[in-house]
């Protein structure tokens, strides 16, 4: 399986942008765990939010109430929407799908290219 990111970019603090991940060909999004994780330079990667397989939406404290997952099954396609950003939000952002739903970076099945986010 194939993911791509897009949508990343540059934004002022308090800003907004939104992130895509689509699997092309793809239709199976249920059979796994969706998602997003990051990775800042010099840190660890970390899970932001994702979906587990019966819908159900779970997001780190750090980004709580800020931003928002969805998917649009027609469009095959993941979504992140990043408000009131924060230059602690800068990192590259990557889509990862998990079929056994841990959600740790050692147990993800398939990852994006990862899209750049920078928050100033």
């Known amino acids: 399986v194939q993911l791509v990111e897009s949508g990343g970019g540059s934004v002022q603090a308090g800003g907004s942008l939104k992130l895509s991940c689509v699997a092309p060909g793809y239709t199976h999004y249920s059979s796994y765990c969706m998602g997003w994780f990051r990775q800042a330079p010099g840190k660890e990667r970390e899970g932001v939010a994702h979906?587990?397989?019966?819908?159900?939406?779970t997001y780190a404290d750090s980004v709580k109430g800020r931003f928002t997952i969805s998917k649009d099954n027609d469009k095959n396609t993941l979504y992140l929407q990043m408000n009131s950003q924060k230059p602690e939000d800068t990192a590259m952002y990557y889509c990862a799908a998990d079929r056994q739903c841990t959600w740790f970076p050692a147990g993800i099945d398939y990852w994006g290219q990862g899209t750049q986010v920078t928050v100033s």
């Open positions: 979906l587990d397989k019966n819908g159900g939406s």
